[in-house]
């Protein structure tokens, strides 16, 4: 298969469908979770050889602590060990690490880790890989329009300064697994004129094959953010 990006700089995706993946193998949640985190790897690899320079994949939202505690402790869990294991990977491949959300309210042990991967992968350029960790949309707005306001004036260029991706080409393509068709909190002010692209597929199943048929989509598609 040929490689191609046509114009997206910036994609995101909800990672949906581990649960359900599981359980359609009779499989304990927890092994969802580890096939999810293998598609990640995928995915991140692909992403870098398709030319794309943001990823930001939805990795724990702030509503995903009402989740059981032993399934919170197996995803972050699987978090910190994806983040040891493939940091040489990163560094390898010129893969720039960024977090998202109010990930410094997360327990200690895993702060000091994101941390230490933040610092090493600082000066890569090739990808950025922006990981969403208690994440959400609505808070991160709060904070943005709160920073704005004590600085002076609210006003969209303010906020968006503030922005947890303020530093990150504009979001051009938002992807969602499973087939839910939902924000989920994710995104929602850079969503404002992102294309938005649904899959059926459970998020262990999807592959760069599936990433380039989102690509190709939304090659065709024609962006007028309003106009004509």
């Given at each position: 298969m040929?490689?191609?990006?046509q114009g997206a700089r910036h994609v995101a995706i909800i990672m949906d469908g581990n649960g359900r993946w599981a359980k359609k193998r009779l499989l304990p949640r927890v092994a969802g979770h580890k096939a999810g985190v293998e598609a990640v790897r995928t995915i991140v690899r692909a992403a870098g050889d398709m030319g794309l320079e943001a990823l930001?994949?939805?990795?724990?939202s702030s509503e995903n602590w009402k989740r059981p505690e032993d399934e919170i402790n197996d995803l972050m869990g699987l978090m910190k060990?994806?983040?040891?294991?493939?940091?040489?990977?990163?560094?390898?491949?010129?893969?720039?690490?960024k977090v998202i959300g109010d990930w410094r309210a997360l327990a200690p042990d895993v702060v000091a880790l994101i941390d230490k991967a933040l610092e090493r992968t600082s000066g890569n350029k090739r990808t950025t890989l922006a990981v969403a960790l208690n994440y959400g949309a609505q808070d991160e707005l709060v904070r943005a329009a709160t920073a704005?306001?004590?600085?002076?004036?609210i006003t969209a260029e303010a906020i968006e300064a503030h922005l947890d991706t303020a530093d990150m080409p504009p979001l051009d393509l938002l992807i969602r697994t499973s087939g839910e068709v939902r924000l989920s909190n994710f995104l929602l002010w850079q969503s404002a004129y992102a294309e938005l692209y649904f899959t059926d597929k459970l998020w262990p199943d999807f592959a760069p094959a599936d990433l380039q048929a989102a690509l190709d989509q939304f090659a065709r598609r024609?962006?007028?953010y309003g106009g004509l």
């Amino acid at each position: 298969m040929t490689i191609q990006n046509q114009g997206a700089r910036h994609v995101a995706i909800i990672m949906d469908g581990n649960g359900r993946w599981a359980k359609k193998r009779l499989l304990p949640r927890v092994a969802g979770h580890k096939a999810g985190v293998e598609a990640v790897r995928t995915i991140v690899r692909a992403a870098g050889d398709m030319g794309l320079e943001a990823l930001t994949l939805y990795a724990f939202s702030s509503e995903n602590w009402k989740r059981p505690e032993d399934e919170i402790n197996d995803l972050m869990g699987l978090m910190k060990r994806f983040i040891l294991s493939d940091l040489d990977e990163f560094a390898a491949n010129d893969v720039k690490l960024k977090v998202i959300g109010d990930w410094r309210a997360l327990a200690p042990d895993v702060v000091a880790l994101i941390d230490k991967a933040l610092e090493r992968t600082s000066g890569n350029k090739r990808t950025t890989l922006a990981v969403a960790l208690n994440y959400g949309a609505q808070d991160e707005l709060v904070r943005a329009a709160t920073a704005a306001a004590s600085e002076g004036a609210i006003t969209a260029e303010a906020i968006e300064a503030h922005l947890d991706t303020a530093d990150m080409p504009p979001l051009d393509l938002l992807i969602r697994t499973s087939g839910e068709v939902r924000l989920s909190n994710f995104l929602l002010w850079q969503s404002a004129y992102a294309e938005l692209y649904f899959t059926d597929k459970l998020w262990p199943d999807f592959a760069p094959a599936d990433l380039q048929a989102a690509l190709d989509q939304f090659a065709r598609r024609e962006r007028r953010y309003g106009g004509l």
